[in-house]
Nanobody
Framework: QVQLVESGGGLVQPGGSLRLSCVAS????????MAWYRQAPGKLREFVAV???????NYADSVKGRFTISRDNAKNTVYLQMNSLKPEDTAIYFC?????????WGQGTQVTVSS
């Protein structure tokens, strides 16, 4: 079992920045993938960013150049630095961990970008 807890969401003005964190606990293996997804009201959950255990990254086109994913394996934590935020970034952001034997999701943290 793996538990994921996101934090760092909140209300920010357009152009502002937020840093999300996701801490994983429980049975964590040495090799795993950590990712961020988001879901706005009335829309499907969409991929945002991913980082492998080895540090390879990939981003959705909508956030490239603005968001940066990073991880601290010693702390089993993944981060999402979000800069130049836009109103369309408003969503619940979910942490996702994939490892052998499991696919886990956090409860999400709300990000609202509004004037």
């Amino acid at each position: 079992q793996v538990q994921l807890v996101e934090s760092g969401g909140g209300l920010v003005q357009p152009g502002g920045s937020l840093r999300l964190s996701c801490v994983a606990s429980g049975t964590i293996f040495s090799t795993y993938i950590m990712a961020w997804y988001r879901q706005a009201p009335g829309k499907l959950r969409e991929f945002v960013a991913v980082m492998s255990n080895g540090g390879d990254t990939n981003y959705a086109d909508s956030v490239k150049g603005r968001f940066t994913i990073s991880r601290d394996n010693a702390k089993n934590t993944v981060y999402l630095q979000m800069n130049s935020l836009k109103p369309e970034d408003t969503a619940i952001y979910f942490c996702n961990v994939v490892q052998e034997g499991g696919n886990y999701w956090g409860q999400g943290t709300q990000v609202t970008v509004s004037s």
